[in-house]
């Protein structure tokens, strides 16, 4: 067990239980806070059908082990917290609403063109032939696309000798909307979404041709959403804002659906708030959020941000997270602390106007599913058993757990801590006709070589993490964890020379940790058009420091409002700013965090301008400044943050370096490199801060397994982190 302490209580009495869960595309992880720090988990295969039911079996695993029932926790609660990726699957299958889409008149095909970016998320190879370049699936059919006479101007360089931005120069045609909308409601949409050029910079138009819409549905009889571009993600790219507007239609409100009937289910037990996930870029939200879809990649987030703090605890500067689960294999980056964020996510074939936690994946977990091709090539994934484990438990293929059952990595009798029985005889037999006869192989031999190609994959992609981006890996350490995490740690660590590689006891857990950890944190963005020239003079200067004050100004407005209606204290916010800026001529514009919020004077604007130039130098080289070219605001957002109950680490007395006797369960045979050997078998629980545990050896929990190779040992710290040397 690991021991925490709530740093926020709840004001209500008994209300001092922290639940956070992570329901992934097998598992279904939860952290159970108690009032005395200490923690424990739980564990449920994931029931994609009734996520409900899959919260209520994993809670429930959690408070057993405290002798309490689900409906006790839950009375108990001052917070729940559920991140998964149920919205993921809902864009991937493609199984989301009907949409009906008003754009621009001229602008009909913007979602068949997507910005020319039919390379997203394929590997450099086929980047290099265009043939090979694939459409997404489409989240909306060309046919339910109406255009709209209308136009706002956007802005240009040269402000002088043109109209200024957001200046209206065609106003909407009514009878477009009406029409259009009709139409719309006669090939039965779902949803009608709204997307004009430059509503970023005024959204007039849009919010007009609502008003019509809205009329139009309400006269047809049919209760159906009306969402403007503006209100998603008022910022700049057509495409990326018409990408996050289309996923926000198409599957965010299925998920808040899907969310809303875990939140009754924990309300039923006597819950009595309000269920919280993560935003993609970290920050917790309740259902109500309107800009639900940007809670997209909402379980790998909370890894990162455990990762963050136990990199903080433990004093580490730079780290590279390894997230292995049952689906995937998920890689983040923390340099100086801090977690990367894209301004614009290249996410499932989409590039989104969405600040996220930069993250790369692979089609790697322990469900993977293995075959051989035509051509004798062995191949691991992108399909996944999911909760169906493998051939050995429910599944109709091979997977990469088969594997590890029949070379003895994994206990078929210990799954889940025994509740879960696994078939290693069906697995070897698989393993035998699908791998080890048609390649010629002993079967051992060729479970080992199907390790080798996973282990492989997952090393080259963390691996490619840090040195892409031109770092050393010798300067960072990896924080392993997802259930399958421990079991692979040994191989895809192996041969990266870095600082040091950790895991933890409750590495199956981590995300729902990580989610605990969370802030409740809204991020309001709002598109701008600000030009900072060379010889700029003082007055103008204040002028735009005016209106820069001014949108700040009303985001926190929006921020006051938005929460409110989310059950949030305005009084009790605070607030973040910062602003994206570059170069006069980039493409490109770059987060820039504020130390200030209030712009009164000339002066402010300068003070904008040295943080984008510290930012900057913090990035590239010196050399790579280009001051003279002046600077463009192109985007301000601020944070707003309200309390919430934290866990917080802490230590552990310490014991000697060898475990007690009564941590030992007993000698297995595995094959391990193409050799047989024992592995002593210890129990995580029964081990102290301070134990070493010398390989070969493996360490048993009910939730993971941790495989320590002959030469390496496992290190426990004060906090009973697991130290890989």
């Known amino acids: 067990m ?27 992880d ?5 009032p005395d720090g200490d923690f424990t988990i739980g564990k449920s295969l994931t029931n994609r059908k009734n996520e409900a039911s899959s919260y209520l079996e994993s809670v429930e695993d959690a408070a057993l082990a405290l002798g309490l029932k689900s ?49 997203l998320g394929q590997t450099q190879a086929e980047i290099l032939h265009q043939q090979l370049h694939e459409h997404t699936r489409p989240m909306v059919d060309p046919r339910n696309i109406v255009g709209i006479s209308e136009r706002i101007c956007g802005g240009s360089y040269f402000m002088q000798s043109h109209m200024g931005a957001g200046e209206l120069m065609i106003p909407v045609n009514e009878a477009h909307v009406r029409k259009g909308v009709e139409r719309l409601l ?42 403007c571009s503006a209100d998603v993600a008022p910022v700049s790219r057509e495409n990326n804002r018409l990408k996050s507007l289309l996923i926000q239609c198409f599957a965010a409100e299925l998920t808040r659906e899907a969310l809303l009937g875990v939140e009754n289910a924990a309300i039923k037990e006597g819950y009595d708030g309000r269920l919280l996930t993560l935003l993609s870029y970290g920050g917790a939200v309740n259902m109500n959020y309107p800009r639900l879809y940007e809670t997209i990649i909402s379980g790998p987030i909370g890894g990162l941000m455990g990762a963050q703090i136990f990199a903080d605890k433990l004093g580490i500067k730079n780290a590279i997270t390894a997230d292995m689960g049952g689906t995937s294999f998920d890689v983040g980056l923390l340099v100086n602390g801090m977690l990367g964020i894209r301004k614009d996510a290249d996410f499932a074939g989409h590039r989104l106007a969405l600040p996220m936690v930069a993250i790369d994946s692979a089609g790697s977990g322990a469900g993977s599913a293995i ?7 062995l191949r691991v994934g992108p ?36 509740k879960v029985k696994l078939d290693k005889d069906r697995a070897y037999a698989e393993l035998e006709r699908v791998i080890a006869k048609p390649l010629g192989l002993d079967v051992y031999e060729a479970g080992s070589g199907v390790l080798e190609v996973i282990n492989t994959q997952m090393r ?9 981006k031109g770092y050393n890996p010798r300067d960072f350490t990896m924080l392993c964890y997802g259930g399958a995490g421990p079991v692979h740690m040994w191989g895809y660590s192996d041969g990266i020379d870095l600082a040091n590689v950790i895991t933890f006891p409750w590495a199956a857990g981590f995300s729902a940790f990580g989610a605990a950890c969370a802030e409740y944190m809204h991020r309001y963005h709002r598109g701008s058009v600000e030009l900072v020239p060379n010889g700029m003079g003082e007055a103008e200067k204040t002028e735009m420091a005016k209106r820069l004050d001014a949108a700040f100004r009303g985001l926190e407005e929006a921020a006051r409002g938005e929460m409110a209606q989310e059950g949030v204290d305005p009084k009790q916010l605070t607030f973040r700013y910062g602003a994206y800026a570059r170069y006069l001529g980039q493409l490109e514009s770059f987060d820039t965090p504020l130390d200030f919020g209030a712009l009164k004077s000339a002066e402010d604007v300068d003070r904008v301008v040295a943080a984008f130039e510290e930012m900057y130098t913090n990035i590239y080289p010196e050399g790579a400044r280009f001051p003279d070219a002046g600077y463009s605001i192109t985007e301000l957002y601020i944070q707003a943050v309200a309390p919430k109950p934290q866990p917080a680490i802490i230590e552990h007395p310490m014991s000697d370096a060898k475990p007690s006797s009564s941590a030992y369960v007993e000698t297995r045979k595995v094959f391990h490199k193409g050799v047989w ?46 130290h890989y040397r």
């Open 2 to 28: 690991a021991k925490t302490a709530a740093a926020t209580q709840s004001s209500g009495k008994g209300k001092n239980y922290i639940l956070a869960l992570d329901a992934g595309g097998t598992m279904t």
């Open 30 to 34: 939860t952290i159970l806070v108690k």
């Open 71 to 119: 409906k006790d926790v839950h009375e108990q609660a001052s917070v729940a917290i559920y991140a998964g990726t149920g919205m993921l699957n809902t864009l991937l299958t493609g199984t989301g609403r009907k949409v009906g889409l008003l754009v621009t008149r001229g602008f009909e095909h913007a979602s068949v063109m997507e910005g020319g970016l039919t390379y």
């Open 186 to 227: 006669a090939s039965g949409v779902d949803v009608i979404g709204i997307m004009f050029l430059n509503s970023y910079v005024n959204p007039d138009n849009e919010n007009a041709a609502r008003r019509i819409a809205e009329d139009v549905v309400k006269k047809s009889g049919r209760a159906i959403p009306v969402v």
């Open 371 to 377: 075959e051989v091709d035509a051509y004798k090539r």
């Open 383 to 418: 399909e996944s058993a999911g909760a169906d484990v493998g051939i050995c438990y429910k599944y109709d293929r091979l997977t990469v757990t088969d594997v590890n059952v029949v070379l003895g990595y994994v206990d078929p009798d210990y799954f889940l801590g025994g």
């Open 460 to 468: 080259d992609l963390a691996s490619t993490m840090i040195t892409s």
């Open 677 to 722: 050997m024992d592995f002593q078998v210890w129990q995580m629980e029964a081990l102290a801060a301070g134990n070493v545990v010398e390989g070969p050896a493996i360490i048993r929990d009910p939730m993971t397994t941790v495989v320590i190779p002959p030469g390496k040992r496992v290190e426990f710290d004060k906090y009973r982190v697991l």
